[in-house]
């Protein structure tokens, strides 16, 4: 049985208009901003997890996934990030968490968290889905699902199937926020004035790419 342990290395652009936003509830959606500049929508589903998408919120709340790498990447798989340690061995100071397994299945987009041979030993660690991986189904918790960005998530550099998904130079979360704190940092945020523009550019303005 595939085991994502936390001990060995198994171990938008922001919607228009708010259309995602509008149709769940911003308290539970999580706006993730990827090294390679994308951004992905992430709906959590606390009726499918409650406590798992609580931990998860709390952590994300702290800015805790700030910074953390992508550490196991399977093309055709899945992508698993959460580990401060970047080993695929760490995890934050919460306990681990009592298993909510569903009968959700894992499938394109689902996220569910990664955790050791003991079933109630999920923590801080992740993974997305790149495939419908059925085999998953009734042995992981699934706490969410991707609901904008996927072909963002389909650029995060990759490991090898050969390698176990090891990535050396991996890509990273820039940031991890509640879509209600987005929306709030955008309302908050003053619009220059037209006045404020520069009347030119300068022919060799200097441009930068991330």
């Known amino acids: 049985m595939l085991i994502f342990s936390r001990r060995a290395a198994l171990a938008f652009p922001l919607l228009a208009a708010g259309t995602a936003w509008a149709a769940t509830d911003a308290d539970d959606t999580v706006v993730m901003t990827l090294k390679?500049?994308?951004?992905?929508?992430?709906?959590?589903?606390?009726?499918?997890?409650?406590?798992h998408v609580a931990q998860i919120e709390t952590l994300v709340k702290r800015g805790f996934y700030d910074g953390l790498v992508f550490h196991r990447v399977i093309p055709g798989f899945m992508a698993q990030t959460g580990d401060p340690t970047g080993t695929g061995s760490g995890g934050s100071d919460l306990p681990?968490?009592?298993?909510?397994?569903?009968?959700?299945?894992?499938?394109?987009?689902?996220?569910?968290?990664?955790r050791a041979s003991d079933p109630d030993s999920a923590n801080s660690q992740f993974f997305i889905c790149f495939a419908d991986s059925s085999f998953l189904d009734g042995q992981?918790?699934?706490?969410?699902?991707?609901?904008?960005?996927?072909?963002?998530v389909d650029k995060i550099k990759a490991g090898s199937q050969a390698n176990n998904g090891a990535v050396d130079n991996p890509d990273k979360i820039v940031t991890l926020r509640l879509a209600s704190d987005v929306k709030s940092d955008a309302k908050a945020k003053p619009k220059p004035k037209a006045t404020d523009a520069?009347?030119?550019?300068p022919t060799d303005a200097p441009t930068s790419q991330d």
């Open 198 to 201: 520069p009347a030119a550019e």
């Open 140 to 152: 992981y918790t699934v706490f969410g699902e991707v609901v904008s960005g996927m072909a963002v």
């Open 96 to 114: 681990d968490l009592k298993a909510e397994f569903s009968d959700q299945p894992f499938k394109r987009g689902t996220l569910g968290m990664a």
């Open 36 to 51: 390679n500049g994308g951004k992905v929508v992430i709906r959590l589903r606390p009726d499918w997890a409650p406590k």
